[in-house]
């Protein structure tokens, strides 16, 4: 039996993994440099002078452009297609984080240069996500689609298991100046290498033909980027007017809004909660940080196991993506327990089931691949991480203003896990049945 599937994968092609493997890596340092700040942020704030609010400001600058930046990026996906909008994101959101090492040399000046910087970072992150969509849309059969999203969607998590640990100790014993420069010369160089390795799959140099007609017999969209130029001429608003009024689809908006109110905690506040509120040194919040971040990448893995497992053995779709996502939502209002312990090891545990609980819900990417017309990937994949990301914008402001006026993470780790149950009522109430919006004609 375990050669007969060896035989099958092998006659199937192993092309797609490796693409996979590319958006992870990709992914892992985006996410990497979005979070840099959090772990700079306290010895940043005392150089700089930056109150609680300020810092929330700054930490939200990045979602201000990242949403804005949505709907334009992922038209930009679907008329110029995802391997070269994309290689000029990471090198512009690579360079702008270099370039974020020097704003303590401006004076009065920095505050505002790295609000601006952060912002631009913001705009060219933009089309990364509705990217990774869209490319596994096009390399990965429906019954891949739940692993394959979940495998490049727990990279968020994976960022901080690999990097905070890195930042933390850049930023001990040289600087929270060249922490910035490190991770900015990282991108750069990964620009270079996703030029070489990301391909349409009926380009890719190494593909079969085997493995070409497995992933087209699944539903996966192998012309998406080869038809870019005759289905996306203009920008057309009755699209995305079709898209918001879409009952199921604001259902998912909704959700992923909730869903990624824990991750903008965990990106911004959560290492400076460590410190400020558990006594934590920059260098031990780094390590720490990366406990409950790799039991969130774990959660993010299984999530998707456990969704093709339930898609094979039910053949509905709507269960496959739904049960992971409200068991897992539920699991993650376990972070309001921190509030009630003093332990920081019952801190990091809560923390770390927390995490767990949100990476096995964290199937939006899968939900909205599985439901994004076919005209419109990019487009609806840019909407659907506009909305998700608004909670950037919300989420370090808020926590910002909750902690300067009690002085105490306690209301802003309740706020995290309200957002949570928020989310499971959305799938359950709103959502309804999971399937491929089919747009109308004019």
């Known amino acids: 039996m375990a050669l007969a599937l060896t035989l099958e994968a092998r006659a199937q092609g192993r092309v797609r993994w490796g693409i996979l493997l590319m958006l992870f890596v990709t992914t892992v340092v985006n996410y990497a440099d979005r979070a840099i700040i959090s772990i700079a942020g306290t010895p940043m704030s005392q150089e700089l002078g930056l109150t609680p609010v300020t810092l929330g400001y700054i930490l939200s600058a990045f979602s201000w452009s990242y949403v804005a930046a949505q709907v334009p990026g992922g038209w930009m996906l679907d008329r110029y297609g995802s391997k070269w909008v994309y290689a000029g994101g990471i090198f512009f959101w690579s360079l702008f984080t270099l370039a974020q090492g020097w704003v303590g040399f401006l004076g009065g000046g920095a505050v505002v240069a790295l609000f601006i910087l952060r912002f631009l970072v913001g705009i060219a992150e933009a089309p990364s996500f509705p990217g990774n969509a869209r490319i596994v849309t096009a390399w990965f059969p429906s019954a891949e689609r739940g692993k394959a999203s979940a495998i490049f969607n727990s990279a968020q998590y994976f960022a901080p298991v690999l990097f905070a640990p890195l930042t933390a100790w850049v930023t001990h014993e040289f600087g929270w100046r060249y922490a910035f420069i490190v991770m900015g010369v990282i991108g750069i160089v990964l620009a270079a290498i996703w030029i070489r390795v990301i391909h349409d799959p009926a380009d890719h140099p190494t593909v079969t033909r085997a493995e070409l007609d497995h992933i087209a017999s699944g539903g996966a969209l192998l012309a998406l980027d080869a038809q870019k130029h005759a289905q ?183 706020f995290v896990g309200c957002n949570a149950l928020i989310a499971m009522i959305a799938y359950l109430v709103i959502v309804g049945e999971i399937r491929r919006v089919e747009l109308r004609k004019a």
């Open 232 to 414: 996306t001429k203009g920008f057309d608003w009755g699209v995305v007017r079709q898209l918001l009024s879409n009952r199921m689809l604001v259902g998912i908006y909704v959700a992923q809004h909730c869903i990624n109110v824990m991750t903008y905690f965990f990106l911004t506040w959560f290492p400076i909660y460590l410190v400020k509120q558990r006594g934590l040194t920059v260098l031990q919040a780094g390590f720490v940080a990366s406990l409950p971040a790799l039991c969130g990448f774990l959660g993010g893995i299984l999530g998707g196991v456990i969704s093709d497992a339930i898609l094979k053995r039910t053949g509905s779709l709507t269960k496959a993506r739904k049960i992971p996502i409200v068991a897992g939502m539920l699991l993650s209002m376990s972070i309001i327990a921190c509030n009630y312990v003093d332990s920081p090891a019952f801190v990091i545990g809560f923390m770390a089931l927390a995490f767990f609980g949100k990476g096995i819900g964290a199937l939006g990417w899968a939900v909205i691949s599985d439901t994004s017309p076919k005209e419109a990937a990019g487009l609806s994949g840019a909407i659907f991480n506009m909305f998700g990301n608004t909670a950037g914008i919300t989420t370090p402001i808020v926590i910002g203003y909750l902690v300067q006026a009690s002085g105490s993470f306690n209301g802003a780790l309740v």
